[in-house]
């Protein structure tokens, strides 16, 4: 069974950092675009962050570009979300999403082309 478990969500004041882990189990992500997302109550899935199945290539959505910071540690696994600067209104549940399908980055920014979701882990930033 594949599973997506993410960590290191939380409560932390505007302005500060957390860093977020989705480990992964069941079947390797070393050749699979991985990918971060977000979801405010009531809104649609929105993409923050992805990164190539090498590392060597991230992606950003405009609103945390130059905040936030994507990596990965195939050898463990493993996807990170390095968020800094915080603002109150990243304030939501954050999720690790893997790809599926090896070797594809087209769409990465599309939620429905994952084919696989962490748990989610929340985030609250205070003002």
């Known amino acids: 069974q594949v599973q997506l478990v993410e960590s290191g969500g939380g409560l932390v004041q505007a302005g500060g950092s957390l860093r977020l882990s989705c480990a992964a189990s069941?079947?390797?992500?070393?050749?699979?675009?991985m990918g971060w997302f977000r979801r405010a109550p009531g809104k649609e899935r929105e993409f923050v962050a992805a990164i190539t199945w090498t590392g060597h290539t991230t992606f950003y959505a405009d609103s945390v570009k130059g905040r936030f910071t994507i990596s990965r540690d195939n050898a463990r696994n493993t996807v990170y979300l390095q968020m800094n600067s915080l603002k109150p209104e990243d304030t939501t549940v954050y999720y690790c999403?893997?790809?599926?399908?090896?070797?594809?980055?087209?769409?990465?920014?599309?939620?429905?082309?994952?084919?696989?979701w962490g748990q989610g882990t929340q985030v609250f930033v205070s003002s």
């Open positions: 069941g079947r390797t992500f070393s050749n699979d675009v």
């Open positions: 999403a893997g790809r599926g399908y090896p070797h594809d980055t087209a769409r990465y920014e599309w939620a429905d082309t994952y084919r696989y």
